[in-house]
């Protein structure tokens, strides 16, 4: 029998938080959860996870052969997977609930490297119900531009949360003018009667890249391919092929190999474990502005911190009756909120063909980056 992790005087609220999961119709943010398992973190930032490997995010620029430009590609997705569903648990000792980020809410940083340059990053959340949270990553060195928003619709079952992810990326390589369309996994959070959430990676990602290349990633925890936890199998394919030229297995917080399908060798494909993430340079709080994510949970955070649970609501509460003014003055006034650097647009343009040729069923409408808006900002100093 596994020890809980709960603290002795939070079993009762972890219980009570466990039971209204369980009666929760889809939306995590409107929970409110014991202290132990809060992070003063929004989920605004999470948009970095992409990119915190620079070297990873600008290689396929380099590579001439699109075959090989794919499979870096995949290198860097695979890449990107550890950052973005284990990090807490190594950071923080499990999974947390993040912040609930406030509509406009803003997240900028940069990635400085000798052989990278500058990686720029810009999220916003775009939307509060549903919580959505748009993204833009790009390095004009290498021109190279990743966009994609997301959202999360979650289920309860039994005592595992499963969480089906919404939205999707789009990465743009300008030398080759190349598209790869990445549809996001579904996850569910394990641990949770013991206090001690983990994610798990299910069902599958497909890379669509407009050269024809496609790579379907699938998921699987402990003992399905193997007996280890974060496991994938990946099939890589040329164009419209049945037949898949490579197979890449093994876990994303560890180990892959590659397998050529043709020649039958075997090599190593990827090591996350040899992998140092470069931090995000992010401005000091008295120079951000009131809606940059640190800034505005600045007090929530520290509390966070110290587990100062009549803090944390006191000025979480702020913070959301700050947020009911605006929207009753906008009602009042007839307006809607105007984004900061992100806009609603039907897809009608390469995304759509790609979508269709990944037979992913395309968003009528995508969260598109406005670079103009964002480069003729204060905020674009970063
Ligand atoms: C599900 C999750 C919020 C969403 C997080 C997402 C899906 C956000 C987009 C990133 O690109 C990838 C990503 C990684 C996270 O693993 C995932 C979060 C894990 C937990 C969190 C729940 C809302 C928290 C539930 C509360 C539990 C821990 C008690």
Not at 10 to 15: H, I, V
Not at 337 to 355: C, M, N, S, T, V
Request: charged residues 25%; hydrophobic residues 35%.
């Amino acid at each position: 029998v596994e020890a809980s992790a709960v603290p002795a005087q939070q079993r009762g609220p972890w219980m009570t938080f466990l039971r209204s999961l369980a009666s929760s119709k889809g939306d995590l943010s409107s929970i409110t959860a014991p202290p132990f398992i809060l992070s003063g973190t929004s989920l605004v930032e999470y948009s970095k996870f992409w990119a915190e490997l620079p070297d990873a995010f600008v290689a396929p620029t380099m590579i001439l052969d699109k075959e090989e430009r794919a499979l870096a590609v995949l290198k860097w997705f695979i890449a990107t997977l550890k950052g973005q569903y284990t990090s807490r648990n190594e950071t923080l000792g499990s999974e947390k609930k993040p912040l609930n980020p406030f509509l406009g809410e803003v997240f900028l940083g940069k990635w400085e490297t000798e052989t990278e340059g500058t990686t720029i990053l810009v999220s916003e959340q775009v939307s509060h119900h549903p919580p959505v949270t748009a993204y833009a990553i790009y390095n004009d060195i290498y021109g190279i531009e990743l966009q994609g928003y997301n959202g999360q619709k979650a289920s309860f079952a039994t005592t595992t949360l499963n969480v089906r992810q919404v939205g999707h990326a789009v990465l743009y390589i300008k030398k080759f003018d190349e598209y790869y369309y990445i549809t996001l996994p579904t996850l569910h959070i394990e641990g949770l009667f013991y206090g001690a959430p983990y994610v798990e990676l299910e069902q599958n990602t497909l890379i669509q890249s407009s050269s024809g290349y496609r790579a379907t990633i699938e998921y699987s925890g402990k003992g399905y391919f193997s007996g280890k936890k974060n496991t994938f199998k990946a099939k890589f394919y040329a164009g419209e092929e049945s037949a898949a030229l490579y197979t890449i297995s093994g876990q994303w917080s560890g180990k892959s190999t590659i397998m050529n399908e043709h020649t039958k060798k075997e090599s190593l494909f990827y090591d996350a474990t040899e992998h140092n993430v470069v931090p995000l340079i992010v401005k000091p709080l008295d120079q951000q502005a009131d809606y940059e994510s640190r800034r505005a949970w600045e007090k929530v955070a520290a509390a966070v911190q110290v587990m100062d649970y009549d803090t944390i609501h006191v000025e979480k509460s702020k913070i959301e009756n700050q947020q009911r003014e605006l929207r009753k003055k906008e009602k009042e006034l007839g307006i809607k909120w105007q984004r900061r650097y992100f806009e609603l647009i039907e897809d009608e343009g390469p995304l759509k063909d790609l979508a269709e040729l990944a037979g992913v069923e395309p968003d009528e409408k995508v969260w598109r980056f406005d670079r103009e808006a964002f480069e003729h900002s204060t905020d674009s100093k970063l």
